[in-house]
């Protein structure tokens, strides 16, 4: 099924910790792809769209770049799970150019387009 996107989203996996902002609403949940424009997000707690969030990026291996985002959430789900689960894309909104994340960002695709094997390819971008 072809897609029609206006940026690549990349296919990464780190914790993140949000906060809706001006409410008392907080949890953890974890990014599964990530692009220029935004990302991905499964969690626990439930979001509204239109709600407004700081997300803190947990870096694991990678040294980010960028700690903290501010996004907004376009869209809302239920997701099958074992536990309840929830899933949301959140576009991000840029206070400044962010120089730091599109370059990490570019870093990453890069390294794709340097992989020989399509298996790899799969496995990382979608």
């Not at 700690?67 to 959430?73: I, L, N, S, T």
């Amino acid at each position: 099924m072809l897609e029609n996107r206006r940026h690549f989203r990349l296919r990464e996996f780190m914790d993140v910790t949000w906060k809706v902002m001006d409410q008392d609403v907080s949890g953890e949940g974890l990014i599964t792809n990530i692009s220029s424009s935004g990302l991905l997000l499964q969690t626990d707690r439930v979001f509204k769209p239109s709600d407004i969030c700081i997300l803190t990026i947990s870096s694991g291996v990678d040294k980010l770049p960028f700690a903290e985002k501010k996004g907004k959430v376009m869209w809302f789900r239920r997701i099958h799970a074992p536990q309840e689960r929830f899933q949301c894309g959140v576009q991000f909104i840029a206070d400044k150019l962010d120089n730091d994340f599109q370059q990490w960002l570019e870093k990453k695709v890069s390294k794709l387009c340097e992989a020989g094997d399509a298996k790899i390819l799969v496995n990382l971008a979608f």
